[in-house]
């Protein structure tokens, strides 16, 4: 079973240990333009989960492309880069500009004006750029998920990744005005687990592209949850601020699930969901 981080919850260069014990390791979202974020306050710690609006902030494509796709690559382990942008052609430059990699297509921050074309759009215009692996992150916030999994997968996605944060409000205790400077920011942790896995459910049984899980996961039982509903891989967000060994000691507490319920392997456990709920109803 594939383990990643979650793009922008975790910086290889500070941790490079801990993206080393990855299957895989996702950047944080570049963009053609270095951009500063969102002013700050970014973050803010809510009952069940945490709200960002860090915005995007990066180097932009060029001195990714110069300075950090190199020392990433001497990590060992696969990488995945996230492109973000503010048009279909946007996203494109940069996919064209990539090799080696996997990309996956940001398609749904919630801190950002979003680009005016579709998703769909989006992945065509980067299909006809590149050969790589095109993965197509989404909002769980899309009226009908699994209609935008159908779509990206016509216009020549690869994968899914599912799901990005959902947008949220926190207001300050004492003022009661809105924590964040930008107002609203995305929320992510345990309260986004049961909305990854019906995303993820919905998906799997709408394609047959492979699926990145994430949302919520703090433990082995989330994983094996998510890999349930339908994922392939999983990916470790916001834990990562609270647990940087979470990689290692949700993989051991994954194998012990899956031993404890009979499973050779994680991938043994894959979409079990459909097949239990159709056997039940
Ligand atoms: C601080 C922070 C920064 C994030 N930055 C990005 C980003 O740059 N690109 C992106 O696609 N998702 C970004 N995300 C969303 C995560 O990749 C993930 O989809 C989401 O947090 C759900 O997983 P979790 O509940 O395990 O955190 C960010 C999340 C957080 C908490």
Redesign the pocket.
Known sequence: MLLL?????LDAMTAPPVARSLDAY?T??ITPLPREGNPPV??AETEH??L?A?G?A?PGRDRFLVTVLPRLRELGVPIWV?V?GFSAAEYAETCAALEGVTI?L?L??PNVDEAPESAAEIVSACRAATALPLYA?LSPAAWDVAESARAVEAAGADGL?L???IRGLALDDRTLAPTLARGTG?Y???A??PI?LAAVYACAHATALPIVG?????SGRDALDLIAAGASAV???????ADPDAPARVRSELDAECSARGYAAPSDARAIAHEAHAHAS
């Open positions: 981080n979650a793009s922008g919850c996702v944080k979202t970014r973050i989960g945490m960002n860090i995007l990066n996230s973000g996956e940001n749904s921050c992150k990744s799901v990005n944060t995305g992510s942790g345990p986004l687990k990854a994430m949302g919520g996961v703090r990916a470790l967000g916001t834990i990562l601020f």
